[in-house]
């Protein structure tokens, strides 16, 4: 279900479009991004970094 995330860090989240709400944070008042993720993680499907068990060890 789609909702829509700050990226400012301050992991503000809504389910109707805005803007951040967070003083503290650097994207305040600005739009929110819109995202559609399931898992509640708000990352993009694709560039996914590696988890550090799969990453070769030198
Ligand atoms: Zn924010
Ligand atoms: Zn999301």
Redesign the pocket.
């Known amino acids: 279900m789609k909702h829509y995330i700050?990226?400012?860090?301050?992991?503000?989240e809504s389910k109707v479009p805005g803007s951040?709400?967070?003083l503290a944070?650097?994207?305040?008042g600005?739009p929110l991004t819109e995202c559609d993720c399931n898992d509640g993680k708000h990352k993009p499907e694709s560039k996914a970094p590696l988890p550090p068990e799969e990453r070769e060890t030198e």
């Open positions: 700050c990226t400012g860090g301050c992991q503000g951040c709400e967070a944070c650097p994207e305040n600005k």
